[in-house]
């Protein structure tokens, strides 16, 4: 029986800040540590749920809704869950801390002039060659969270202390505990039966 929900952890903020690349680091530390996790990368996401969505406000509200619901089918039965994805207006991730019990915002951010530099998938030097208008954070607006639980400086701080900023956060909110979002083994009629057991025998 799966006594806690998993986590919901959303990493917000502009293209090439670091989302994809901090949340894979903080994924592996929560694997080694033996946690059920999945990574819901916006790029794969949309990629194979959302193929045709584009990059408007409208289809970054549903882009947006559908990782969140996503999060929360998923972190019902234990799992906790990674989201990389911009999500750029503040309501978009407060729809998904409403909707999960155990939420937190991680904002990785960095002067747009080093986004430009980094640019890990051409996107900027797209945009600079006026292939592409709807980057958010340059082109279309992107609210900076008002109350996120981690912000990562990435032009300041490495990938692995950001990293572990992260765990420490989910540690701290005892998200990410001691049995949290891990399966007992029992079912709960064994529970029953073994809090019966140890009533008869005087222990409870
Ligand atoms: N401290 C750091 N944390 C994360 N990434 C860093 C850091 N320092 C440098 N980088 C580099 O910045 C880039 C971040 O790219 P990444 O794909 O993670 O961005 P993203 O926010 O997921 O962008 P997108 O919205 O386009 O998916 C990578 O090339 C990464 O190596
Ligand atoms: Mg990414």
């Not at 978009?92 to 002039?113: G, K, M, N």
């Not at 980057?135 to 990293?163: F, R, S």
Request: proline letters at 4%; glycine letters at 8%; aromatic letters at 8%.
């Amino acid at each position: 029986m799966m006594s806690k929900p998993g986590a919901v952890i959303w990493f917000t903020g502009v293209p090439a800040s670091g989302k994809s690349t901090v949340a894979a680091a903080v994924e592996q530390r929560m694997r080694d540590r033996g946690l059920p996790v999945e990574n819901l990368d916006a790029d794969e996401v949309r990629q194979n749920l959302s193929p045709n969505l584009g990059f408007t406000a409208e289809a970054r509200d549903e882009n947006t809704k559908r990782l969140a619901w996503m999060a929360q089918m998923l972190s019902k039965y234990g799992v906790n869950v990674l989201i990389a994805a911009v999500a750029p207006m503040q309501y978009h991730r407060d729809r998904a801390r409403e909707w999960c019990d155990s939420f937190a915002e991680v904002w990785t951010t960095c002067p747009l002039e080093e986004c430009k530099e980094r640019d890990p998938k051409g996107l900027y030097a797209r945009a600079e060659r006026g292939e592409i208008n709807d980057i958010a954070g340059w082109h279309q607006p992107y609210e900076e969270p008002e109350a996120a639980e981690v912000v990562c400086k990435t032009h300041e701080l490495d990938l692995d202390t950001c990293a572990d900023l992260v765990v420490a956060k989910l540690d701290e909110l005892g998200y990410i505990g001691d049995g949290f979002g891990q399966d007992d083994g029992y079912s709960d009629e064994e529970e029953a039966q073994v809090e019966e057991r140890l009533k008869d025998l005087g222990y409870m």
